[in-house]
Nanobody
Framework: QVQLVESGGGSVQAGGSLRLSCAASGDIRCMAWFRQTPGKEREGVAFTDGDATTWYADSVKGRFTISKDNAKNTVYLQMNNLRPEDTAMYYC????????????????WGQGTQVTVSA
């Protein structure tokens, strides 16, 4: 079982920036970020395989950047120009297979880190 340790959440005003980090304990091909608010499904935000494959949800394109340090097995999510609607619990996910924006393909999850954006 791969362990994922997240950090970097917090509170910020609209227009501000935060950087999330997630370190994996083993070799992982795909790492992704999901987010969830109470009463809603967990949704994909971005994923990367650290090579040529990267994907972003339409709602974050142009504002969020995902990157992966393969040597450190760590994925980052740089979030700029944050909006109140970005407020959510953010979860890191990882899998040994190809990337997907569907939560059902991921069996390794972090504990979650809260991001709160005030207007």
């Amino acid at each position: 079982q791969v362990q994922l340790v997240e950090s970097g959440g917090g509170s910020v005003q609209a227009g501000g920036s935060l950087r999330l980090s997630c370190a994996a304990s083993g070799d992982i091909r795909c790492m992704a970020w999901f987010r969830q608010t109470p009463g809603k499904e967990r949704e994909g935000v971005a994923f990367t395989d650290g090579d040529a494959t990267t994907w972003y949800a339409d709602s974050v394109k142009g504002r969020f950047t995902i990157s992966k340090d393969n040597a450190k097995n760590t994925v980052y999510l740089q979030m700029n120009n944050l909006r109140p609607e970005d407020t959510a619990m953010y979860y890191c996910a990882a899998r040994g297979g190809p990337c997907s924006n569907l939560k059902y393909f991921f069996s390794n999850w972090g504990q979650g880190t809260q991001v709160t954006v005030s207007a």
